[in-house]
């Protein structure tokens, strides 16, 4: 076992288990799986320090080292493991889970082995993996050749704000893809630094995105993309710098960049910005009505961008994401939680020929005397950026209501916390309200050259406002005597003549400009 970022890891809390596979007595290879562990003990309840400014405060940090040995508990790991974490119960069985799914893997390796071979197998993934490389190369020699830059930032919400800068350069030469990093800016003393795993991997995820996804995902896939990101960098970190945000959000910024610096180069295959952040809100104590500590990793779904052909989708988890949110029921009946509300954020993804896809708001009432919770959000200070004339998406927010109080405010206000959008270890106590607000995602092409019955859908679904559609889209839509909407045509028209917009068919071709990242700053 082992979560080290600085050996091959990801963040603190991903742990990588490996178990090796004989067969007739001989070596074949290794089954191996990785999972995030709710509960690693640091500064913070739940794995997310996100006030942390060196990794030893994130949470136990083990170097490889053997979890079981010939079948037998490695007890004084063990010990130090269950001795560390808050609640060493969940960690047990995650531990235990992991450990029964390489007992899996293996048995299933067994069988393969045992009906094809070992030598056809060893030829067979040989020829797997060039046959994922030709077909790689192939669908990257549709890109045209040439050099692309982008550049955005990862951010934190104090005043005035802070930004690390992340800067790409991508050069497309026949079939092959060199991603340079070269020019970010400097680790820090934050947690949104990472790894070079998570930066390699953000890479291949935006390229999947553009190529056809039958392409078998082994090594062979990976061949033609090289990255380089100079250690000691927000996009390679190294000792102590912590790291616990790279996963969740530098990867999915990571990956917008790619597909940022890619759009001049295929703009029918790339969207706008998504929200870009995973909404981390962590949260433990002792439950009033069991006596036990619980604890507890949520997070929101963001609205994607918007591309050539559709809408970007709504409250969907971040792009290197693979779960759902915490249904209401869960919450409700395991943690001392009351959700007052959740539903989509109006008017939250970039207006655009395709609009972005919508954020969510969620507001939690404190049902315990007492809970400690921590927040690590992005995107709270700028909006989502959108492609080819669509605006931007609308940022998070991470507000708090106290039980004596009429109305919400920032974290900073309320507790004089640095930061709005990085907080750890803040006592919530019972009638608080906490409002959590995913970003929106950015918009693709002009706005007013969106479909009218589009827009209209969007007013009576709740989507999109009445004052949004006509001062953005340049639609009139008006209350029907007999109840309902309608687009008031001759407003319409008048309204979407005032600004000339180019033919939607030939708006990537004509729009040659990168997307404008906004910096200014949106107040909380």
């Given at each position: 076992i082992h979560n080290d970022p600085y050996r091959g890891g990801a963040h603190l809390p991903e742990h990588v288990v490996i178990k090796p596979v004989y067969y007739d007595g001989e070596l074949f290879g290794y089954v191996s799986n990785i999972a995030h562990m709710v509960e690693i003990g640091g500064m913070a309840v739940g794995g997310f320090a996100a006030t942390a400014t060196e990794v030893y405060q994130e949470g136990l940090r083990l170097p490889p080292v053997w979890l079981m040995r010939e079948g037998e508990y490695n007890q004084d790991v063990w010990r130090v493991i269950m001795a560390n974490h808050r609640a060493p119960r969940y960690s047990w069985g995650d531990l235990h889970a992991m450990m029964a799914s390489l007992n899996v893997a293996e048995q299933r390796v067994h069988e393969v082995l045992d009906q094809h071979g070992v030598?056809?197998?060893?030829?067979?993934?040989?020829?797997?993996?060039?046959?994922?490389?030709?077909?790689?190369?192939?669908?990257?020699?549709?890109?045209?050749?040439?050099?692309?830059?982008?550049?955005?930032?990862?951010?934190?919400?104090?005043?005035?704000?802070?930004?690390?800068?992340?800067?790409?350069?991508?050069?497309?030469?026949?079939?092959?893809?060199?991603?340079?990093?070269?020019?970010?800016?400097?680790?820090?003393?934050?947690?949104?630094?990472?790894?070079?795993?998570?930066?390699?991997?953000?890479?291949?995820?935006?390229?999947?995105?553009?190529?056809?996804?039958?392409?078998?995902?082994?090594?062979?896939?990976?061949?033609?993309?090289?990255?380089?990101?100079?250690?000691?960098?927000?996009?390679?970190?190294?000792?102590?710098?912590?790291?616990?945000?790279?996963?969740?959000?530098?990867?999915?910024?990571?990956?917008?960049?790619?597909?940022?610096?890619?759009?001049?180069?295929?703009?029918?295959?790339?969207?706008?910005?998504?929200?870009?952040?995973?909404?981390?809100?962590?949260?433990?104590?002792?439950?009033?009505?069991?006596?036990?500590?619980?604890?507890?990793?949520?997070?929101?779904?963001?609205?994607?961008?918007?591309?050539?052909?559709?809408?970007?989708?709504?409250?969907?988890?971040?792009?290197?994401?693979?779960?759902?949110?915490?249904?209401?029921?869960?919450?409700?009946?395991?943690?001392?939680?009351?959700?007052?509300?959740?539903?989509?954020?109006?008017?939250?993804?970039?207006?655009?020929?395709?609009?972005?896809?919508?954020?969510?708001?969620?507001?939690?009432?404190?049902?315990?005397?007492?809970?400690?919770?921590?927040?690590?959000?992005?995107?709270?200070?700028?909006?989502?950026?959108?492609?080819?004339?669509?605006?931007?998406?609308?940022?998070?927010?991470?507000?708090?209501?106290?039980?004596?109080?009429?109305?919400?405010?920032?974290?900073?206000?309320?507790?004089?916390t640095l930061s709005n959008s990085r907080v750890a270890n803040i006592e919530l106590c019972e009638g608080d309200q906490v409002m959590l607000c995913s970003p929106g995602g950015g918009g693709y092409g002009e706005p007013r050259q969106r479909a009218v019955e589009n827009v209209l859908t969007d007013v009576r679904e709740g989507m999109v406002s009445k004052q949004s559609a006509h001062n953005i889209y340049g639609v009139e839509i008006r209350n029907h005597p007999d109840g309902g909407l309608y687009v008031d045509d001759d407003t319409t028209r008048t309204l979407r003549q005032e600004l000339e917009t180019p033919d939607p068919k030939t708006l990537p071709s004509q729009s040659t400009e990168l997307p404008t990242i906004d910096t200014s700053y949106v107040p909380q």
């Open positions: 030598e056809r197998i060893e030829r067979i993934s040989d020829e797997l993996m060039d046959y994922a490389e030709r077909w790689m190369r192939n669908e990257l020699r549709s890109i045209p050749d040439g050099d692309y830059t982008f550049e955005d930032f990862m951010e934190d919400s104090r005043d005035p704000p802070v930004r690390d800068w992340i800067r790409v350069a991508v050069v497309v030469d026949d079939g092959s893809l060199l991603v340079d990093f070269t020019g970010s800016d400097p680790q820090g003393p934050h947690v949104v630094n990472c790894t070079y795993g998570v930066t390699a991997s953000a890479v291949y995820n935006a390229i999947f995105q553009l190529v056809d996804d039958d392409i078998p995902h082994n090594e062979g896939a990976y061949r033609p993309i090289t990255v380089v990101a100079p250690p000691g960098t927000v996009t390679n970190v190294v000792e102590p710098a912590p790291s616990v945000g790279g996963n969740t959000e530098t990867h999915p910024r990571l990956w917008s960049i790619v597909l940022g610096a890619l759009s001049k180069a295929v703009p029918e295959l790339v969207a706008a910005s998504t929200g870009g952040t995973a909404c981390n809100f962590l949260f433990g104590g002792v439950h009033p009505d069991t006596g036990r500590y619980y604890v507890h990793y949520h997070f929101d779904g963001v609205g994607w961008g918007g591309r050539a052909s559709a809408d970007g989708n709504s409250h969907q988890v971040v792009p290197n994401g693979n779960c759902p949110t915490t249904p209401v029921e869960i919450f409700e009946t395991r943690y001392p939680f009351l959700e007052r509300s959740y539903h989509l954020r109006k008017d939250s993804g970039g207006a655009g020929t395709h609009r972005g896809g919508l954020g969510s708001e969620r507001i939690l009432e404190v049902c315990a005397p007492s809970i400690t919770m921590s927040a690590l959000f992005d995107r709270m200070i700028s909006r989502p950026w959108g492609l080819f004339g669509g605006e931007g998406g609308e940022p998070s927010r991470l507000l708090i209501k106290r039980a004596e109080s009429t109305e919400f405010v920032t974290f900073r206000e309320a507790f004089g």
